[in-house]
């Protein structure tokens, strides 16, 4: 048991060495069943689960858009994490995880949006409603956004890793009020009239939730081995700057 | 101790702006102008223009303090007053208070002449108890919306695009806030349910506890190298 | 039936292209490794007794 940490202390201060190493030796594991899980939603999707009753085939885009949305929050939630590590150990890894939660981030935001529309469409008669949960989305995917942009457009004397922490904590830490804020909007006004089918949630048939779990697990699977690749990019750059700095070093001398 | 710095900060900041009252005199006509141009955006009957008034009050108060912010901040760019500020002995969050302070009251003082100037132009006739309650709504929004605000100009204070980031990171986190000042407002111009009002109106409050908090926390990371 | 087909095959592309970068990513970062590496070498101090970094 010569890795189990020796004290508290020990543990902290090497938690994200630890995380990294484990990320690492679970990267191939990840990747292949992150492909395995894919071909079975496929093939519990295009030729399984039954069509529902009213809606019919627009509604299977369902097994897309719920998983896009949960690995959405999922990230944020890395985001967040990562952030306040930074900001209490400032060891660079911290900071690499919560850079590459919010890219990938950002993409699954952007897929969850575009597949709502996808689905409003057929069955709203609109691309786009003033849904509370649609609206949240989009308000999150500029805060994604905006967080992005703040490590883009840095000036080069600035404390990046810091500035974006700080950002990525507010951030997060605003969601559920604006989830709450959009929600009394929406439901205090009276409805325009549209048709309005809710998502399916409680009452699901059996299939349609196993295909759903399937399509959970393999989307989380795809996001964690994208966040993993990413993460081990950017601290092999990291690594080869350091390298580089050597090497001026050496030829100075 | 920590009160008096934060005084201090504020009293420099309201003495430089008394001596040229640029900045919030040029918002107030900015953002009466903003509620002005609302209204062409389509061609309202009085009854529209009453449902769409506290909107357009809280969308040009938004605006004209995007703008404010940045350049309350810039002013401590100039000159490295911010390193001025910095090595003093005052805790970061002192110094966050004392901005803070500072962008609410010239906020407010925006709004003493943009509220009266936006409920003529829209037609809304507001009595006594409704009056107080906008009064009370008004203060509770532009404590959380300058928190946020004074904030993020210090963030993007610290990138190359700070007037274009600003607002692009302050509106999205001010969602709550928006939708507090008019959804409350326009409960009160409606006469809509008491109810309403006081439940946005706890959403504003709860904001500026949590948001005003954080912000005041955080701050040593934002403007610290 | 068009609709979820659309969504299934903007979902896929958008994902294929995002890997797309990551391994066009993996591409330079492995040439610039090479590249320091063989710089490593080269600028050994002495290169009989090998590298030592």
Same mark, same amino acid.
């Given at each position: 048991?010569?890795?189990?940490?020796?004290?508290?202390?020990?543990?902290?201060?090497?938690?994200?060495?630890?995380?990294?190493?484990?990320?690492?030796?679970?990267?191939?594991?990840?990747?292949?069943?992150?492909?395995?899980?894919?071909?079975?939603?496929?093939?519990?999707v295009?030729?399984?689960?039954?069509?529902?009753?009213?809606?019919?085939?627009?509604?299977?885009?369902?097994?897309?858009?719920?998983?896009?949305?949960?690995?959405?929050?999922?990230?944020?939630?890395?985001?967040?994490?990562?952030?306040i590590?930074?900001?209490?150990?400032?060891?660079?890894?911290?900071?690499?995880?919560?850079?590459?939660?919010?890219?990938v981030?950002?993409?699954?935001?952007?897929l969850a949006?575009?597949t709502?529309?996808?689905?409003?469409?057929?069955?709203?008669?609109?691309?786009?409603?003033?849904?509370?949960?649609?609206?949240?989305?989009?308000?999150?995917?500029?805060?994604?956004?905006?967080?992005?942009?703040v490590?883009?457009?840095?000036?080069?004397?600035?404390?990046?890793?810091?500035?974006?922490?700080?950002v990525?904590?507010?951030?997060?830490?605003?969601?559920?009020?604006?989830?709450l804020?959009?929600?009394?909007?929406?439901?205090?006004h009276?409805?325009?009239?549209?048709m309005?089918?809710?998502?399916?949630?409680?009452?699901?048939?059996?299939?349609?939730?196993?295909?759903?779990?399937?399509?959970?697990?393999?989307?989380?699977?795809?996001?964690?081995?994208?966040?993993?690749?990413r993460?081990?990019?950017?601290?092999?750059?990291?690594?080869?700057?350091?390298?580089?700095?050597?090497?001026?070093?050496?030829?100075?001398? | 101790?920590?009160?008096?710095?934060?005084?201090?900060?504020?009293?420099k900041?309201?003495?430089?702006?008394?001596?040229?009252?640029e900045?919030v005199?040029?918002?107030?006509?900015?953002?009466?102008?903003?509620?002005?141009?609302?209204?062409?955006?389509?061609?309202?009957?009085?009854?529209?223009?009453?449902?769409l008034?506290p909107? +357009? &009050?809280?969308?040009?108060?938004?605006?004209? #303090?995007?703008?404010?912010? /940045?350049?309350? $901040? !810039? =002013?401590?760019?100039?000159?490295?007053?911010?390193?001025?500020?910095?090595?003093?002995?005052?805790d970061?969050?002192?110094?966050?208070?004392?901005?803070?302070?500072?962008?609410?009251?010239?906020?407010?003082?925006?709004?003493?002449?943009?509220?009266?100037?936006t409920?003529?132009?829209?037609?809304?006739?507001?009595?006594?108890?409704?009056?107080?309650?906008? +009064? &009370?709504?008004?203060?509770?929004?532009?404590? #959380?919306?300058?928190?946020? /605000?004074?904030? $993020? !100009? =210090?963030?993007?204070?610290?990138?190359?695009?700070?007037?274009?980031?600003?607002?692009?990171?302050?509106?999205?986190?001010?969602?709550?806030?928006?939708?507090a000042?008019?959804?409350?407002?326009?409960?009160?111009?409606?006469?809509?349910?008491?109810?309403?009002?006081?439940?946005?109106?706890?959403?504003a409050?709860?904001?500026?506890?949590?948001?005003?908090?954080?912000?005041?926390?955080?701050?040593?990371h934002?403007?610290?190298? | 039936?068009?609709?979820y087909?659309?969504?299934?095959?903007?979902?896929w592309?958008?994902?294929?292209?995002?890997?797309?970068?990551?391994?066009?990513?993996?591409?330079?970062?492995?040439?610039?490794?090479?590249?320091?590496t063989?710089?490593?070498?080269?600028?050994?101090?002495?290169?009989?007794k090998?590298?030592?970094?």
């Amino acid at each position: 048991m010569s890795w189990w940490p020796r004290s508290w202390r020990q543990f902290w201060s090497t938690l994200d060495g630890r995380t990294y190493h484990l990320m690492l030796s679970a990267r191939p594991w990840i990747g292949w069943l992150a492909v395995g899980s894919m071909i079975v939603v496929f093939g519990l999707v295009f030729w399984w689960v039954p069509l529902e009753a009213i809606q019919g085939y627009p509604q299977k885009i369902f097994y897309i858009h719920v998983p896009s949305a949960w690995v959405m929050y999922a990230a944020f939630g890395v985001v967040f994490v990562a952030s306040i590590l930074y900001l209490w150990k400032r060891t660079s890894l911290w900071d690499i995880f919560a850079r590459c939660a919010a890219e990938v981030g950002f993409l699954f935001t952007t897929l969850a949006l575009a597949t709502g529309m996808l689905w409003g469409k057929p069955i709203w008669g609109t691309y786009w409603t003033w849904d509370a949960r649609l609206t949240s989305t989009l308000i999150l995917w500029f805060i994604y956004g905006g967080y992005l942009l703040v490590r883009a457009f840095a000036r080069p004397d600035a404390d990046v890793a810091r500035l974006a922490a700080v950002v990525g904590i507010i951030g997060f830490l605003d969601v559920p009020i604006i989830h709450l804020s959009v929600l009394w909007w929406r439901t205090l006004h009276p409805q325009p009239v549209v048709m309005i089918i809710d998502d399916p949630g409680g009452g699901l048939p059996a299939s349609m939730l196993i295909t759903l779990l399937a399509s959970l697990l393999a989307v989380s699977l795809v996001f964690a081995w994208l966040w993993i690749q990413r993460v081990w990019q950017e601290r092999t750059a990291e690594n080869l700057a350091l390298l580089e700095i050597l090497l001026e070093r050496r030829r100075a001398r | 101790m920590a009160w008096r710095a934060a005084g201090a900060i504020l009293a420099k900041d309201l003495r430089i702006e008394l001596r040229r009252v640029e900045t919030v005199a040029t918002m107030v006509v900015f953002a009466v102008l903003v509620a002005l141009i609302f209204v062409f955006a389509g061609d309202p009957t009085p009854a529209d223009l009453r449902r769409l008034g506290p909107g +357009a &009050l809280w969308v040009s108060l938004l605006f004209a #303090g995007a703008l404010g912010f /940045g350049r309350w $901040f !810039a =002013a401590e760019e100039r000159n490295q007053a911010l390193q001025g500020l910095l090595v003093s002995p005052v805790d970061r969050a002192v110094l966050f208070a004392g901005k803070w302070a500072g962008a609410t009251i010239f906020l407010l003082a925006l709004e003493c002449a943009l509220v009266p100037a936006t409920l003529t132009l829209y037609q809304i006739e507001l009595r006594g108890e409704d009056l107080s309650r906008l +009064a &009370l709504l008004l203060v509770a929004v532009t404590l #959380g919306y300058s928190a946020l /605000g004074t904030f $993020f !100009a =210090a963030v993007a204070a610290r990138t190359t695009a700070a007037e274009l980031l600003l607002p692009i990171l302050l509106f999205p986190l001010s969602v709550p806030l928006i939708l507090a000042g008019a959804e409350g407002g326009q409960a009160l111009v409606e006469g809509g349910p008491v109810g309403d009002y006081w439940r946005w109106l706890s959403l504003a409050v709860a904001f500026d506890v949590i948001f005003g908090t954080v912000c005041t926390l955080a701050f040593e990371h934002v403007i610290e190298e | 039936m068009t609709w979820y087909l659309t969504a299934y095959a903007m979902f896929w592309a958008v994902l294929f292209g995002y890997l797309m970068g990551i391994s066009s990513r993996q591409q330079k970062l492995v040439e610039r490794a090479e590249e320091l590496t063989r710089r490593l070498a080269a600028s050994a101090p002495d290169a009989e007794k090998g590298m030592r970094s």
